[in-house]
């Protein structure tokens, strides 16, 4: 069997099928180096994203008020912010114009995230458990 590459139009070579007789044999194509370090710098920025969101809300909104918000709270709206932040990114760098429609749409969902990040910990001051305090006697002594 070969292990040739054969270039295609794209730039892409593609692994010639096994000759194993069948039909149905699968073509792979090979992911070029200029597509890996995109997807690399496209995680990278989903998890640079994640964590400058999970920090600024635990800065801005208090520390107090990101430890009573309810984990799945914390997970859903920091998972979402960071993605729409990478696919922003990734849409402002996939046109010739940085600031395109797609990219003014993703940040706009980023945007709308982080007031809803802010609304959840507003709803979490307001809702905080009373303090716990050690109870008084009320009957003075004589």
């Not at 309810?70 to 729409?84: D, E, H, N, S, T």
């Not at 990040?117 to 009957?139: F, I, K, R, W």
Request: charge should be negative; hydrophobic fraction near 45%.
């Amino acid at each position: 069997m070969e292990e040739t590459q054969q270039k295609s139009g794209a730039g892409e070579g593609v692994r010639p099928a096994e000759s194993s007789g069948s039909s149905d044999s699968l073509h792979v194509p090979v992911v070029g180096m200029e597509t890996l370090v995109t997807r690399l710098g496209a995680g990278l920025s989903f998890v640079a994203a994640f964590a400058a969101g999970t920090t600024g809300w635990y800065m801005i909104g208090g520390a107090y008020h990101f430890d009573i918000t309810p984990w799945y709270f914390k997970c859903a709206l920091c998972f979402g912010w960071a993605a729409a932040v990478s696919l922003a990114v990734a849409s402002s760098l996939s046109r010739p114009k940085a600031w395109n429609a797609k990219t003014l749409r993703w940040a706009a969902v980023a945007l709308l995230l982080a007031i809803v990040m802010g609304s959840v910990t507003y709803y979490c001051h307001l809702n905080e458990p009373p303090d716990e305090e050690a109870p008084q006697d009320e009957t003075s002594q004589l």
